[in-house]
């Protein structure tokens, strides 16, 4: 007598897949965005392009994908201790996904539809630091703050976010993501 698994469903290649080019996504972003731009001297402010990937995902794969980026995403970032201490960037990440999708559903995957997500997602990140800085220093006031710190960082991350999304592109192509949108 022979037993015979009545499990059909299994772990599909498709999302071995995914999980392995994400994950090798995450760690390269997350590791030269905490290293390598952190420690740069013509940077006037460390960008955030951990935020370009979860866009370019929100809006090249699903809202799920880019959720599930955005907390692996915050969780590495916070790990290689991107802020010095503990903070909440993967609900920061979650958020934006959830909030960037919504949008990414209603426009078509074209590098144009990447540039005009980008400003919603640039403003999400400019109040999150406004808000982590807020509540660390106390006695800065916030207009000081939006000019010193979180305008260039706006800059600086819209410019190195622009070349994340063809590489996002390339590493969806080989998923096979059932998107709505076909490559």
Avoid: W
Avoid at 23 to 50: E, H, N
Avoid at 86 to 114: D, E, H, N, Q, T
């Amino acid at each position: 007598m022979t037993i015979r698994n009545t499990n059909t469903r299994g772990i599909r290649p498709e999302l071995i897949k995914r999980v392995i080019i994400y994950g090798i996504l995450i760690l390269l972003i997350s590791s030269a965005q905490c290293s390598f731009f952190a420690g740069l001297k013509i940077c006037p402010a460390t960008p955030d392009l951990v935020i370009g990937i979860v866009l370019a995902v929100s809006l090249l794969d699903s809202i799920r994908s880019a959720a599930a980026v955005g907390i692996a995403a915050g969780f590495v970032t916070d790990a290689l201790g991107s802020t010095g201490s503990f903070s909440f960037s993967a609900l920061f990440y979650l958020v934006c996904a959830v909030i960037l999708g919504s949008i990414a559903c209603k426009m078509l995957p074209r590098f144009l539809s990447f540039l005009c997500l980008l400003i919603p997602a640039l403003a999400l990140r400019a109040v999150y630091t406004t808000l982590c800085v807020c509540l660390k220093l106390h006695s800065v006031p916030p207009l000081s703050i939006l000019a010193s710190l979180v305008l260039p960082e706006i800059i600086v991350t819209a410019v190195l976010c622009i070349p994340l999304y063809p590489i996002v592109k390339l590493c969806v192509i080989p998923v096979k993501s059932r998107s709505r949108f076909s490559f």
